[in-house]
């Protein structure tokens, strides 16, 4: 079964083939790390997640590199620190903000059910050379100056997107067409307007490095290129991100890491999730149409968060609502019953097929419900399938009764859910399926739920 990936940079999808079957390796823009993660930017975690455990259910879990990073510098985040810690040198502010953020993050993300990548490396760590002579943004600078790709002016080194044909393939823009429509105020030392910074001065109050081109700090994009070489080399198979990326970062990273490493290729696929809004409405801070992944969890177990964006294909866009989560939560509530306490089987091939056509997420959604009816009429093999299929996706991360006693706990006793259970259980004892009729009473059982059934029908109390 061949997985195929759409590539941004070639606009069509087409079999994955990795450079080295035995070290596959992708990697993705990470957070930058001032404030709470939203549910938008969850979007590429759990995503790239969901590839990422492809790759290494078809490579092998060791042959698999995933690098995501961390984004630690960045003005927003100064300015959060001088805010919430005005009494504390910069530095120090600095890492209080990104750490708290970081803590955050990671506590967000592992409730989504997303492994955690590989490689988590921090911008901080990769500005200037270093002892382990990994790759670091000070050198890449440098040789990009060397190959006649940058230049300095007016304070800041430059990248010359004149040097570079064919500067502007990922998002199809064109660089005389882009001067031409220029309305951006073209800052007077640009040799052109589309040119970018990648070192930029520091004043006393901003975060530097001491350099070869004075006291200062990196531009955006080349901390993307010097970490993604660091670990994944010059060349490598898979670069993720949201679709905004696409223009100017992921086109400027393609444009440093080719001309400095003098290759043909930064990433030989280059994937893009779409974009998810809210109820209809673009997320903005300023309208308080926002939503942070911190807030959906206080309210959600986070697997139904995961569920609920794998019903809409990674590149479409995506509208968040409530409705959609009461109905994902009904979902994994059903498939838990049915499935989370079956250990055996494998991913069944047709949820295999739906994955490995681009990621289609609705279509082995489709597959899933027809294994989920199979297993609950009885059939043992289909809810093998099914088990095994729902780990591969990053779900039944726990038992039934675990799901079932966290969910009561969080809303009380679920009257409507346990009348459902035992409306399932009187039609398993009318289609004489005593084995199923069993297993329901053992789960009621884990919710603390005791049964009696007399001949006006079955009540229920809760156990003391
Ligand atoms: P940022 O921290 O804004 O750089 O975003 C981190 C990641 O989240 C990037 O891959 C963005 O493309 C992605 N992202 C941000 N907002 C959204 C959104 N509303 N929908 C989908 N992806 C998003
Ligand atoms: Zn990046």
Known sequence: MDLRLYDTLSGEKRVFAPIDADNVRMYVCGPTVYDFAH????RP???FDLLFRMLRY????????????????DDK?????????PGLPLNEAIRKVTEKTLVQFHADVDALGALRPTFEPRATDFVLPRADGKTDMVTLIKELIARGHAYEAGGEVLFDTQSMPD???????KLDEQQAGARIAVDAHKKHPTDFVLWKQSSADEPGWESPWGRGRPGWHIECSAMS???LGDVFDIHGGGLDLIFPHHENEIAQSRCAHGTQAMANYWMHNGFLQVEGEKMSKSTGNFVTIRELLNDWPGEVVRLNMLKTHYRSPMDWTLKGMEESAKTLDDWYWVAADDRGGHPSTKVMEALSDDLNTPQTIA??????????AGDDKARGKFAASLRMLGFLNESAADWSARKQQSSGIDAARIDALIADRTAARARKDFKESDRIRDELAAMGVTIKDSKDGTTWEIAR
């Open 367 to 376: 597959a899933l419900h027809g294994l989920r009816n199979l297993a609950a």
């Open 58 to 73: 078809i490579y092998g879990p060791d042959q698999v590199t995933y690098v995501r990073n961390i984004t630690d510098v």
């Open 45 to 47: 975690v759990i995503v």
């Open 77 to 85: 985040i100064n300015d959060r620190a001088t805010r919430d810690f």
């Open 39 to 42: 549910i938008g930017n969850a």
């Open 229 to 231: 070489a660091a670990y």
């Open 167 to 173: 500067y502007g393939r990922l998002s199809g823009r």
